[in-house]
C-alpha cells in the first residue's frame, strides 16, 4: 500500500500540492483526476522520489520513501513521466533493457532478457523491437517507454498522462494493458489522466484533486456523478450509462 | 562485431599518427630528436584523451551534445590565475617560477571553483543543471574581462609573455609538470570506473536515472568534479583547448553510432588522439610551424559547430 501522510509541496509562495493525505490501494488501477494546475504530477512526483516534500512522508509498504535506498525504490515502484524526448540512437530493445538496471547494473543476465521478451510481448513491440525510437511514431514510442517500466517488475508503476498525444485506438490499447497488468499481474498501477472517461471505465478508484487539496476520493461509481464533477471542474456534466460504464457528457 | 573492428581501426589510426609524427624525418640526431618527441606525443596522447572522456561525460550529464566545460568558465580561471601571476609578481615568476607550483596552483583553483560552483547548485534541493550552467557562464565572462582589465594594465612585454599562454599549443608543454598531470589524471580516472555503469542510464535523462535507481545527486556531483579535474589538467598542461572536444566527442557518435559509454570513452579519446597528433604533424611537417595546432582545430571545429546546429534545427 502507498500511504501519503499529510505531504505540502510548494513553488515558490504557491502550494501546489496543500497538505494531502491518501492510501492507494493494492492491485487496483488509481487515476488521480483534475483541473490542469491542480497538482496531480506534482503529487505523482513527490510519492516516487523525483521531487521530495517540503512536509509531510510518504510511505510504500510501510517503508518510508525518503529514507529507502533509491536502487532498493528502483526494485518496488516505476515511473514515468510524461514527455520522454530522446536524442539518443536507442533501439526499443536497448530501451527496455533499461528497465533491468536496478537488478543487473548493465550486465543482463539470462534472466533479464526473459522479463525483456515478456515486457515486449506485453506491450506487442515484437515486430519493431530492433527499431530505433527516431523510427517511431508517437504511440509506438509511448508503448516502448511503458515496456520499459514493465521490465522493471516492480510492484507499483506509476504512469503521468500515459494517453498524451495518442489516438484512440492506442488508448485503449494502453489502458487495456494496463488493466491486464493490474488483474493478472496483481500490479499496483497509478495513473494521472484528463480524460475522466478513460479515468471512469478503466479505473477501480479515482481520487479528484484541485488546488492542491484533494477534492473528493472513493470507486467510479462514487466520484463519476454530476455534483461531484461540477465540484471538482466547475462545469455542469450530464452522466449517461451505456454498456454499464458511466460516460460523461461535458460537451455544452 | 562491427563496433570492435572499427574501435580496431582507430586504436591502427592513432598508433599510426604517433608513429608518424616521431618518425617522419628524424634525421640523422635520431637520439636527440626522438625523446623530445616522444615527450611531446605523450602529453598530446595524454591531455587528447582527457579532454575526450571530460567532453563526453558533460554531454552526459547536460543531456546535451553541443556543450562542452568551457562553458562552467574553467579555461576563463586559468587565464585569469595565469594573469594574476604576471600582474603581482612579474612575468619573470612565469618562467622562473618552479613549474610545478604554477601547475598546483592552476589546477587547485580551477577545482575549488568548480567544487564552490556545485554547492551553491546543489545546496538547494531540486536544482536545475542548467542553472549552473548559467551561473558558469556568467562567472566565466566575469573572469574574462576580469582578465583583460589586469591585461590592459600590465607591462606589453609582460602581456606577451601571458599571450604565450593564451592559446593551446603543443610547441611548449610543461613537461616539467608531465608526471604530476599523469599521476593526477590516472587517480581520476580510476575513481571515474566506479560511476561508468551509471553513464547510460544518465544519457536517459534525470527522471528515468532516478527511477532506475541511479542517486542522481551523488553521481552528478561526483562526476562534475571528475570533469573540472581533467579540465584543469589538459588546460594547464597545454592552455584552453576545449573546443577539441567538442569536435571529437560528435565525431564518435557520427560513427558509433551508440549510446554505449563503455564504447564511447575509448571510440572519443581515440579521434581525439589522432585529431591531435595528426595535426601536430601537420603544423610541423606541412606548414613548417607557421602556425599552432589550436588554430586549425578552431577552425575545424567551429565549421563542425555551425554544421551541428544547422544539423539540429532542421529536425
Same mark, same amino acid.
Given at each position: 500500500?502507498?500511504?501519503?501522510?499529510?505531504?505540502?509541496?510548494?513553488?515558490?509562495?504557491?502550494?501546489?500540492?496543500?497538505?494531502?493525505?491518501?492510501?492507494?490501494?493494492?492491485?487496483?488501477?488509481?487515476?488521480?483526476?483534475?483541473?490542469?494546475?491542480?497538482?496531480?504530477?506534482?503529487?505523482?512526483?513527490?510519492?516516487?522520489?523525483?521531487?521530495?516534500?517540503?512536509?509531510?512522508?510518504?510511505?510504500?509498504?510501510?517503508?518510508?520513501?525518503?529514507?529507502?535506498?533509491?536502487?532498493?525504490?528502483?526494485?518496488?515502484?516505476?515511473?514515468?513521466?510524461?514527455?520522454?524526448?530522446?536524442?539518443?540512437?536507442?533501439?526499443?530493445?536497448?530501451?527496455?533493457?533499461?528497465?533491468?538496471?536496478?537488478?543487473?547494473?548493465?550486465?543482463?543476465?539470462?534472466?533479464?532478457?526473459?522479463?525483456?521478451?515478456?515486457?515486449?510481448?506485453?506491450?506487442?513491440?515484437?515486430?519493431?523491437?530492433?527499431?530505433?525510437?527516431?523510427?517511431?511514431?508517437?504511440?509506438?514510442?509511448?508503448?516502448?517507454?511503458?515496456?520499459?517500466?514493465?521490465?522493471?517488475?516492480?510492484?507499483?508503476?506509476?504512469?503521468?498522462?500515459?494517453?498524451?498525444?495518442?489516438?484512440?485506438?492506442?488508448?485503449?490499447?494502453?489502458?487495456?494493458?494496463?488493466?491486464?497488468?493490474?488483474?493478472?499481474?496483481?500490479?499496483?498501477?497509478?495513473?494521472?489522466?484528463?480524460?475522466?472517461?478513460?479515468?471512469?471505465?478503466?479505473?477501480?478508484?479515482?481520487?479528484?484533486?484541485?488546488?492542491?487539496?484533494?477534492?473528493?476520493?472513493?470507486?467510479?461509481?462514487?466520484?463519476?456523478?454530476?455534483?461531484?464533477?461540477?465540484?471538482?471542474?466547475?462545469?455542469?456534466?450530464?452522466?449517461?450509462?451505456?454498456?454499464?460504464?458511466?460516460?460523461?457528457?461535458?460537451?455544452? | 562485431?562491427?563496433?570492435?573492428?572499427?574501435?580496431?581501426?582507430?586504436?591502427?589510426?592513432?598508433?599510426?599518427?604517433?608513429?608518424?609524427?616521431?618518425?617522419?624525418?628524424?634525421?640523422?640526431?635520431?637520439?636527440?630528436?626522438?625523446?623530445?618527441?616522444?615527450?611531446?606525443?605523450?602529453?598530446?596522447?595524454?591531455?587528447?584523451?582527457?579532454?575526450?572522456?571530460?567532453?563526453?561525460?558533460?554531454?552526459?550529464?547536460?543531456?546535451?551534445?553541443?556543450?562542452?566545460?568551457?562553458? $562552467?568558465? =574553467?579555461?576563463?580561471?586559468?587565464? *585569469?590565475?595565469?594573469?594574476?601571476? /604576471?600582474?603581482? !609578481?612579474?612575468?619573470? &615568476? @612565469?618562467?622562473?617560477?618552479?613549474?610545478?607550483?604554477?601547475?598546483?596552483?592552476?589546477?587547485?583553483?580551477?577545482?575549488?571553483?568548480?567544487?564552490?560552483?556545485?554547492?551553491?547548485?546543489?545546496?538547494?534541493?531540486?536544482?536545475?543543471?542548467?542553472?549552473?550552467?548559467?551561473?558558469?557562464?556568467?562567472?566565466?565572462?566575469?573572469?574574462?574581462?576580469?582578465?583583460?582589465?589586469?591585461?590592459?594594465?600590465?607591462?606589453?612585454?609582460?602581456?606577451?609573455?601571458?599571450?604565450?599562454?593564451?592559446?593551446?599549443?603543443?610547441?611548449?608543454?610543461?613537461?616539467?609538470?608531465?608526471?604530476?598531470? $599523469?599521476? =593526477?589524471?590516472?587517480?581520476?580516472? *580510476?575513481?571515474?570506473?566506479?560511476? /561508468?555503469?551509471? !553513464?547510460?542510464?544518465? &544519457? @536517459?535523462?534525470?527522471?528515468?536515472?532516478?527511477?532506475?535507481?541511479?542517486?542522481?545527486?551523488?553521481?552528478?556531483?561526483?562526476?562534475?568534479?571528475?570533469?573540472?579535474?581533467?579540465?584543469?589538467?589538459?588546460?594547464?598542461?597545454?592552455?584552453?583547448?576545449?573546443?577539441?572536444?567538442?569536435?571529437?566527442?560528435?565525431?564518435?557518435?557520427?560513427?558509433?553510432?551508440?549510446?554505449?559509454?563503455?564504447?564511447?570513452?575509448?571510440?572519443?579519446?581515440?579521434?581525439?588522439?589522432?585529431?591531435?597528433?595528426?595535426?601536430?604533424?601537420?603544423?610541423?611537417?606541412?606548414?613548417?610551424?607557421?602556425?599552432?595546432?589550436?588554430?586549425?582545430?578552431?577552425?575545424?571545429?567551429?565549421?563542425?559547430?555551425?554544421?551541428? !546546429?544547422?544539423?539540429? &534545427?532542421?529536425?
Amino acid at each position: 500500500m502507498v500511504e501519503v501522510h499529510s505531504v505540502s509541496k510548494s513553488y515558490g509562495l504557491k502550494a501546489v500540492v496543500d497538505d494531502v493525505s491518501v492510501n492507494i490501494e493494492k492491485g487496483k488501477i488509481t487515476s488521480f483526476i483534475g483541473p490542469n494546475g491542480a497538482g496531480k504530477s506534482t503529487l505523482l512526483s513527490i510519492i516516487s522520489r523525483l521531487m521530495s516534500a517540503d512536509s509531510g512522508e510518504v510511505l510504500i509498504d510501510g517503508q518510508k520513501v525518503k529514507e529507502t535506498k533509491s536502487r532498493d525504490l528502483a526494485k518496488k515502484i516505476a515511473i514515468l513521466k510524461q514527455s520522454n524526448h530522446l536524442s539518443l540512437r536507442l533501439s526499443v530493445r536497448d530501451l527496455v533493457s533499461f528497465g533491468r538496471f536496478p537488478y543487473s547494473q548493465g550486465k543482463l543476465t539470462k534472466e533479464d532478457h526473459v522479463y525483456i521478451d515478456e515486457a515486449i510481448r506485453y506491450m506487442e513491440l515484437e515486430d519493431m523491437q530492433d527499431k530505433y525510437l527516431d523510427q517511431l511514431s508517437g504511440g509506438q514510442k509511448q508503448r516502448a517507454f511503458i515496456a520499459m517500466t514493465i521490465a522493471q517488475d516492480t510492484e507499483y508503476i506509476l504512469l503521468d498522462e500515459p494517453l498524451n498525444n495518442l489516438d484512440m485506438k492506442h488508448s485503449v490499447q494502453i489502458m487495456k494493458v494496463l488493466r491486464r497488468l493490474a488483474d493478472e499481474l496483481g500490479k499496483t498501477v497509478l495513473i494521472v489522466i484528463h480524460d475522466i472517461n478513460f479515468a471512469s471505465v478503466y479505473s477501480d478508484y479515482i481520487v479528484a484533486l484541485k488546488d492542491g487539496k484533494i477534492e473528493a476520493q472513493g470507486t467510479v461509481n462514487e466520484i463519476i456523478t454530476s455534483l461531484t464533477l461540477k465540484q471538482i471542474y466547475g462545469m455542469d456534466m450530464s452522466i449517461q450509462e451505456i454498456n454499464n460504464q458511466k460516460i460523461c457528457v461535458y460537451f455544452s | 562485431m562491427r563496433e570492435k573492428s572499427k574501435l580496431i581501426l582507430l586504436v591502427i589510426l592513432a598508433a599510426a599518427s604517433i608513429a608518424g609524427y616521431l618518425f617522419i624525418e628524424l634525421g640523422p640526431n635520431w637520439d636527440y630528436a626522438l625523446p623530445r618527441r616522444a615527450e611531446k606525443i605523450a602529453a598530446i596522447v595524454l591531455t587528447g584523451s582527457v579532454i575526450a572522456i571530460a567532453t563526453l561525460l558533460f554531454q552526459t550529464v547536460t543531456n546535451n551534445r553541443i556543450l562542452t566545460p568551457s562553458i $562552467i568558465g =574553467l579555461d576563463s580561471l586559468y587565464m *585569469l590565475v595565469q594573469t594574476t601571476l /604576471v600582474f603581482f !609578481l612579474g612575468s619573470t &615568476s @612565469l618562467t622562473v617560477m618552479n613549474k610545478q607550483v604554477n601547475f598546483a596552483i592552476s589546477v587547485g583553483f580551477m577545482v575549488l571553483f568548480a567544487l564552490v560552483l556545485y554547492r551553491l547548485l546543489f545546496r538547494r534541493e531540486g536544482q536545475n543543471i542548467y542553472f549552473l550552467l548559467l551561473l558558469g557562464l556568467i562567472f566565466g565572462t566575469f573572469f574574462g574581462s576580469f582578465t583583460s582589465f589586469m591585461q590592459v594594465l600590465i607591462d606589453p612585454n609582460e602581456f606577451q609573455i601571458i599571450q604565450d599562454r593564451m592559446f593551446a599549443s603543443f610547441n611548449n608543454i610543461q613537461t616539467e609538470v608531465f608526471m604530476m598531470a $599523469i599521476a =593526477l589524471t590516472g587517480a581520476t580516472l *580510476l575513481y571515474l570506473m566506479k560511476f /561508468v555503469k551509471y !553513464l547510460d542510464v544518465l &544519457s @536517459l535523462g534525470k527522471d528515468t536515472a532516478i527511477n532506475l535507481g541511479v542517486d542522481y545527486d551523488y553521481t552528478v556531483k561526483r562526476l562534475l568534479v571528475i570533469i573540472a579535474i581533467l579540465i584543469s589538467v589538459a588546460t594547464a598542461l597545454v592552455g584552453p583547448i576545449t573546443f577539441l572536444g567538442l569536435l571529437v566527442v560528435n565525431v564518435a557518435y557520427e560513427m558509433f553510432k551508440t549510446y554505449k559509454h563503455s564504447t564511447l570513452i575509448f571510440a572519443s579519446a581515440l579521434v581525439s588522439v589522432v585529431a591531435l597528433a595528426g595535426g601536430q604533424m601537420l603544423v610541423e611537417h606541412v606548414f613548417t610551424f607557421s602556425t599552432q595546432l589550436s588554430v586549425i582545430i578552431n577552425f575545424i571545429g567551429g565549421i563542425y559547430f555551425i554544421y551541428l !546546429l544547422l544539423k539540429e &534545427s532542421k529536425k
